[in-house]
Nanobody, 113 residues
């Protein structure tokens, strides 16, 4: 099982970025995929999830700004992030919901004011 997140970077507040997560192995059959994030000194939190049928759910902190999607043919899950805020700064991970271990490598997002 491999969960490889990519697409992070440094952006200014108000900017946009899209994260990608390549899902391989048995993980490609996970019915619910999610994006999580962990800011320095804080617990990892779920920010968005999507079912295999496309039903989505978002944490209140990102609702209306982030959009999660998945491409079954490419076994890839995306997170489009708009109107970014400094408090979105974190390492972002993709995983199943509920998550499995070990976690894959995350991707760092830094939003400057």
């Amino acid at each position: 099982v491999q969960l490889q997140a990519s697409g992070g970077g440094s952006v200014q507040a108000g900017g946009s970025l899209r994260l990608s997560c390549e899902v391989s192995g048995s993980a490609s059959r996970f019915t619910i995929m999610a994006w999580y994030r962990q800011a320095p000194g804080k617990r990892r939190e779920l920010v968005a999830r999507i079912s295999i049928t496309g039903v989505t759910r978002y944490d209140n902190s990102v609702g209306g700004r982030f959009t999660i999607s998945r491409d079954g043919a490419k076994n890839t899950v995306y997170l489009q992030m708009n109107s970014l805020k400094p408090e979105d700064t974190a390492v972002y991970y993709c995983n199943r919901d509920p998550p499995i271990t070990p976690w894959g490598q995350g991707t760092q997002l830094t939003v400057s004011s």
